[in-house]
Nanobody, 117 residues
Framework: QVQLVESGGGLVQPGGSLTLSCAAS????????MGWYRQPPGKERELVAA?????????ADSVKGRFTISISRDNAKNTVYLQMNSLKPEDTAVYYC?????????WGQGTQVTVSS
């Protein structure tokens, strides 16, 4: 079993920044892939960014150049981050952490990000 706990969401003005954190209950380097997804109001959940165990990353076109996914350099923290810059109102959504491990997908409970003036 894997538990994922997100934090760092909140209300921010357009153009602002937020950093989301996802703390995992096991060594994150054991995961095949970890990622961040989001679900805007009334829409389906979509991939925002993902990082593989080898370190390669991929991003949704809508966030390229603005968001960065990274893994804590402190192995004991077992944390994945999503640095979000130049936020736009269309980034408003519930953001979910995801881990793929042993053939199964695991999800956090989600954290709300609202971009509004």
């Amino acid at each position: 079993q894997v538990q994922l706990v997100e934090s760092g969401g909140g209300l921010v003005q357009p153009g602002g920044s937020l950093t989301l954190s996802c703390a995992a209950s096991r060594n994150i380097f054991s995961f095949n892939v970890m990622g961040w997804y989001r679900q805007p109001p009334g829409k389906e959940r979509e991939l925002v960014a993902a990082i593989q165990s080898g370190g390669s990353t991929r991003y949704a076109d809508s966030v390229k150049g603005r968001f960065t996914i990274s893994i804590s350099r402190d192995n004991a923290k077992n944390t994945v981050y999503l640095q979000m810059n130049s936020l736009k109102p269309e980034d408003t959504a519930v953001y979910y952490c995801n881990a793929f491990w042993a053939g199964l997908n695991y999800w956090g409970q989600g954290t709300q990000v609202t971009v509004s003036s």
